[in-house]
């Protein structure tokens, strides 16, 4: 039994990830999940090196590279001297980033909410244990 369970949750989240994807093209057009995840976390730690979103999201650094570039001809992302090193740069949302994350934010909480509209409150406080369980796992 525990491995047919291993293997539905293994099916659900590809068709999660899936549906992930799909949807992200809806609520921040012109943004893919990646750059929108790249975005998110810049504004979360207020900036960091290209190295350090490449280790955080486990990507290669040619993906965050041109991801960043993509935020940058956008207006989205800023790159500023790193004080710590001159050969670095440190990746800031701008205000343009900022406000689109908040848009899509906004946009993305509507739909969860209506998804899970029917869920009992403890349910709903249930899955979001377990997924800050499994996401905090190594």
């Known amino acids: 039994m525990r491995d047919e369970d291993v293997e539905t949750i293994r099916w659900e989240l590809t068709a999660f990830s899936r549906r992930a994807r799909a949807l992200a093209e809806r609520l921040h057009p012109g943004l893919s999940l ?29 993906t965050v590279s041109r991801q960043v570039g993509d935020l940058e001809r956008m207006g989205l992302v800023e790159r500023l001297p790193d004080p710590a090193s001159q050969r670095n740069k440190i990746l800031r949302p701008t205000e343009a980033g900022l406000a689109t994350l908040r848009t899509a934010g906004e946009r993305q909480r509507a739909a969860f909410r209506a998804r899970l509209d029917d869920w009992s409150d403890a349910d709903l406080a249930a899955f979001a244990r377990y997924l800050v369980r499994y996401n905090v796992a190594d």
């Not at 975005?39 to 350090?52: I, K, N, S, W």
Request: glycine share 10%.
């Open 34 to 62: 990646v750059s929108y995840s790249l975005l998110g976390h810049l504004a979360e730690e207020g900036g960091c090196r290209a190295t350090d979103l490449a280790a955080y999201f486990l990507l290669d650094k040619s």
